[in-house]
């Protein structure tokens, strides 16, 4: 099993539509939460972080945790042609204070 | 403010050869990471500095990929020889420690490695 599972996609969504992406993880001793947005050819760059349970909104985007389940996701709302990229979930390991990354989910807005 | 730097943006070289990528890390970021991103995957570790120190090199290909911070600014990534293998995306990162940890890494452009 790997440490941080994604789906690998396509997710494809109309533009305006919500944009829902998912992450489970293995290491329950997990605090710490990452989703990084990466545009094909560039490197990872950071959208939000979570550290509590619930969720945590900036702008258009949500982040939800839920560590019972050892699940985290990403919301976008009114999604944009411009937010077609791979989302990259990252968590930190509980030792170490590393950040291990999952393989990535792409979307595709269609406008 | 800069952000974190790395040359050069790609190399190609024949495999056996030596390759040596740099990275400036954000000012005042004392922990340093390389990342190593194959095709299709996320970024994997290859090791962790915190300052000068070398504090997670597991992941790191010890017999012909070497790494150095000399006074803990700039970093410094070899890999001799090179294989065919090693072809990916090399990336720096930098994180500030804050209360809860870090609040994640800024990574850099990275360096596109392609052995032929």
């Known amino acids: 099993q790997k440490e941080v599972e994604q789906n690998s996609g396509p997710l494809s969504v109309p533009e305006g539509a919500i944009a829902s992406l998912n992450c489970t993880y293995s290491?329950?001793?997990?605090?710490?939460f990452f989703w990084y947005r990466q545009y094909s050819g560039k490197s990872p760059e950071l959208i939000m972080f979570?550290?509590?349970?619930g969720d945590k909104e900036d702008g258009r985007f949500t982040a939800q945790l839920n560590k019972a389940s050892q699940y985290v996701s990403l919301l976008i709302r009114d999604s944009q042609p411009s937010d077609s990229a791979t989302y990259l979930c990252?968590?930190?390991?509980?030792?170490?204070?590393?950040?291990?990354f999952g393989a990535g989910t792409i979307l595709r807005v269609k406008s | 403010e800069a952000g974190v730097v790395q040359s050069p943006r790609y190399k190609i070289i024949e495999k056996k050869q030596p390759v040596a990528f740099w990275c400036n890390p954000i000012?005042?970021?004392?922990?340093l990471y390389w990342y190593r991103q194959n095709l299709g995957q996320g970024p994997e570790l290859l090791i962790r500095y915190e300052n000068e120190e070398a504090v997670d090199d597991s992941q790191l290909p010890k017999d012909r990929f070497s790494a150095e911070r000399l006074k803990g600014v700039d970093s410094t990534l070899k890999i001799q020889p090179a294989e065919l293998g090693d072809s990916a995306v090399y990336l720096c990162?930098?994180?500030?420690?804050?209360?809860?940890?870090?609040?994640?890494?800024?990574f850099g452009s990275g360096t596109r490695l392609t052995v032929v």
């Open positions: 990162a930098s994180s500030q420690e804050g209360r809860q940890g870090h609040y994640g890494y800024t």
């Open positions: 979570i550290y509590s349970n």
């Open positions: 290491d329950r001793g997990s605090q710490s």
């Open positions: 990252a968590v930190n390991a509980e030792y170490g204070n590393k950040l291990v």
């Open positions: 000012s005042g970021h004392n922990t």
